[in-house]
């Protein structure tokens, strides 16, 4: 699930935790160093130099690919990598296949860097002159790909799976204090409107795999754009937290802290199921289609 990817880091290291349960997915992780084989898992520290020392430094905010091998954080460590040191917290990239890691753009990250769904891009915001600014890189060369906010401050970016669509809030002064969310086609560079608010607080926009759908907060509420439709679905009193690749799902949590923990709402019926997923966030069950959901499925169901 889109939001669900950042994962959690501390002020120390930036680690990913490896769960295999059973047989599953162990994708391109068997040939890296401290991640776990079948069926155990593992920690493996992330904040590393070339040469596999530590990281010099605090690294925070950061975000995993679904298949695992690209992993994007903060950091103000200036031995990650063999290039100049630099002051300052930066944007690195780690790739778990060649166990190499890249810095990625020479601006200090305001907020912790997202990364696209299949690893090819990334963005963070940044201070630009007196706006912020959300820069979109790409991985595999470290070129910009996109800037974003041109005349006017903007955060919170969140990508689809190959990075062509961005999510961003835009923040405004006049005639009152407020944002909007907007979400921004790279390839043409067209912008889409999505929602527009009297107030500033966080609205954290999050985008489904394919760009059609985006989960943002307004107040206590959470709602569920269609691009396509262009309608807006309300999911009253609830903080939305994710929206699984399919646009189907959102995944939430209630502000009554007297209810299940996490709830996931299936958008289509309504219908919500508080039993899909464990009391700690975990674990989640669904039901699918898709035959590439888990290796080698014969079900053709």
Known sequence: MRRARTALSTAVATCVVTVLPNRAAATETTAVEGVAGDGGAGVERISVAPDGTQADDHSTGASITPDGRHIVFASSARNLTSGPPTAGDRVFV????????????????????????????????????TNVRVRLYRVATGATAAVNCLAYSCNQPSMNADGRYTAHVVYFNSPSPGQRIEVQDSNTGAKELIATFSHTASSRPSISDDGRKVVYLSGTDTYVHDLTAGTAQLVPNVRGLAIDPTG??????PHNPDVPSLTLR???TGTDETDAVSSGGRDVVFHSTADDVVPDDTSNK
Request: no cysteine.
């Open 248 to 253: 189907r799902y959102l995944l939430y949590a």
């Open 266 to 268: 299936d958008l289509h």
């Open 94 to 129: 780690r790739d778990q296949r060649t166990a190499r890691t890249r810095q990625l753009g020479n601006l200090t990250p305001l907020q912790p860097p997202v990364i696209s769904g299949d690893g090819a891009y990334l963005a963070y915001p940044v201070q630009w002159v």
